[in-house]
Structures are given as C-alpha cells and as structure tokens.
Nanobody, 123 residues
C-alpha cells in the first residue's frame, strides 16, 4: 500500500505560481511512476503531468506544456508540480497518483490516488 498526501494548494492570482507537493508513505515511491491530475467543478478528472519512476521521462498534457513542471525526489518520497503562469482554467482539485509506468499513469491506469488539494486562480 502507498499513501499519498498532497499539499501546497491555495488561492493565487492569474499569472502567479504555486508549487504542489505529494508526500508518499508505505511502499517505496521509487518503484512507481507518478502523475498529477486535476478536476474542475462539473468536469471529469483529467491528466496534467507524469514522470517515470527514475525521473528521466516526463510527459505533460497539452494545456500545461511550457507552464508546469513535474519533478520527484525519491530520497524524500516526494513528487512536485511547479505551476507557473496560472490561469483561471487551471483551477480545480489536483490529485497525485501512482502507477506502474509513465504510460499507465498517462492513460489513467492508477494504482493509488491522493485525496487532492484545491487550487483556485482569480482573474
């Protein structure tokens, strides 16, 4: 079992930045690919970014390319999402996720989910 706990959400003005963190406990995080998803009110949960277990391969959803950066520190069992140039459409609940590979995470085939952290972007 892996427990994932997100933090770092909050209220930010459009154009601002936030850094989300996802701390893992339980089994070794380094064996899992990790990702971030978000869900806006009334919408389905959608893919944001993924990172391979080693951290060598990254993948982003089209809407966040060039603005968001995913990274991980396996020694700290933590995954990060740096979000820059935030826009109102980036608002929602952001979920951390663990999967067997970067491809599985990207496809939404998730083994473990976090509880989510709220991001609000004011215009």
């Amino acid at each position: 079992q892996v427990q994932l706990v997100e933090s770092g959400g909050g209220l930010v003005q459009a154009g601002g930045s936030l850094r989300l963190s996802c701390a893992a406990s339980g089994r070794t995080l380094s064996t899992y690919a990790m990702g971030w998803f978000r869900q806006a009110p009334g919408k389905e949960r959608g893919f944001v970014a993924a990172i391979s277990a080693s951290g060598s391969t990254l993948y982003y959803g089209d809407s966040v390319k060039g603005r968001f950066t995913i990274s991980r520190d396996n020694a700290k069992s933590t995954v990060y999402l740096q979000m820059d140039s935030l826009q109102p459409e980036d608002a929602g609940v952001y979920y951390c996720a663990a999967g067997g590979s970067r491809y599985q995470v990207q496809q939404g085939r998730i083994a473990y989910w976090g509880q989510g952290t709220q991001v609000t972007v004011s215009s």
